[in-house]
């Protein structure tokens, strides 16, 4: 399975993780998979709302939760925001 390394920002607990995420995956397991792993290690800053989205950081569009990762031209280094 390929995956990127991308840069979270997590504005709830104002911290930022690197996490790898699989290009095959549908943004909206991707998205289930991250909001659970930051809910443990954001210290109880951030608890997941299961109505988060994963949006990117520098344009603020948000990703489509029906799309595959790879068509969404997420890459290696992508800056994205949890909220």
């Known amino acids: 399975m390929s995956k990127v390394l991308v840069e979270i920002t997590l504005p709830a607990a104002e911290r930022v993780f690197d996490a790898y995420i699989p290009l ?5 397991e991707v998205i289930k ?21 994963l949006c990117d950081a520098a ?13 969404l031209g997420i ?3 992508s ?5």
């Open 24 to 28: 095959e995956s549908k943004m909206s």
């Open 33 to 53: 998979l991250l909001s659970g792993m930051l809910t443990d290690l954001a210290e109880s800053k951030y608890t997941s709302t299961g109505s988060d989205i």
């Open 59 to 71: 344009t603020g569009t948000i990703y489509d939760v029906d799309k595959i990762v790879a068509e």
């Open 75 to 77: 890459k290696n280094g």
């Open 79 to 83: 800056r994205l925001l949890l909220i």
